[in-house]
Antibody
Framework: QVQLVQSGAEVKKPGASVKVSCKASGYTFTGYYMHWVRQAPGQGLEWMGWIDPNSGGTNYAQKFQGRVTMTRDTSISTAYMDLRGLRSDDTAMYYC???????????WGQGTLVTVSS | DIQMTQSPSSLSASVGDRVTITCRASQGISTYLAWFQQKPGKAPKSLIYSASSLQSGVPSKFSGSGSGTDFTLTISSLQPEDFATYYCQQYNSYPLTFGGGTKVEIK
């Protein structure tokens, strides 16, 4: 069965960086894009971008350009999302989500809470 | 960016009720529309894609319709496990955008 298991909660100071991982199992990792979506406390969902695990190609939302980097390690079927220059409004739950052709999300990770606080 | 507007933002309903949630796109998106269910403290769950196609394993009490700018999600007979927040999402163009959510509560 498809599973996406994310790394644990993080607490970071303003200006720091965070790297969240998403380990995939139950399917061919390189066959599906991986998207990242975040949700601030009590708020809605916000798309951040995707990575193609096969080629390493990426597409980031304009809002995060220059601050986010998405990478992958195909040897361990894991995708990563690195966010730099953290601010208090980056405090959120970060989700990875697998997408079929055409950006159709089907499976989600359990989420990683990132708290930014001095 | 395409804005997605859901209505209502919340609703109260009883077990067994038929519930309809509306999602409107700020410009035409054909049928590139998905619906998600999120329960408190949990990750979203994918319900519908291409406006009306059910994801694998999703019960047939959920249905979606619409094209262009106006879409609906219908739950035919509300059950206790359906009380949650529902989000629509367009994937017609980048950036992918979500509606603000509709919270379905118990009356």
């Amino acid at each position: 069965q498809v599973q996406l298991v994310q790394s644990g909660a993080e607490v970071k100071k303003p200006g720091a960086s965070v790297k969240v991982s998403c380990k995939a199992s139950g399917y061919t990792f390189t066959g599906y894009y991986m998207h990242w979506v975040r949700q601030a406390p009590g708020q809605g969902l916000e798309w951040m971008g995707w990575i193609d695990p096969n080629s390493g190609g990426t597409n980031y939302a304009q809002k995060f350009q220059g601050r986010v980097t998405m990478t992958r390690d195909t040897s361990i079927s894991t995708a990563y999302m690195d966010l730099r220059g953290l601010r208090s409004d980056d405090t959120a739950m970060y989700y990875c989500a697998r997408a079929r052709t055409g950006d159709i999300f089907d499976y989600w990770g359990q989420g990683t809470l990132v708290t930014v606080s001095s | 960016d395409i804005q997605m507007t859901q209505s209502p933002s919340s609703l109260s309903a009883s077990v067994g009720d038929r519930v309809t949630i509306t999602c409107r796109a700020s410009q035409g998106i054909s049928t590139y529309l998905a619906w998600f269910q999120q329960k408190p403290g949990k990750a979203p769950k994918s319900l519908i894609y291409s406006a009306s196609s059910l994801q694998s394993g999703v019960p047939s009490k959920f249905s979606g319709s619409g094209s262009g700018t106006d879409f609906t999600l219908t739950i035919s007979s509300l059950q206790p496990e359906d009380f949650a927040t529902y989000y629509c999402q367009q994937y017609n163009s980048y950036p992918l955008t979500f509606g603000g959510g509709t919270k379905v509560e118990i009356k």
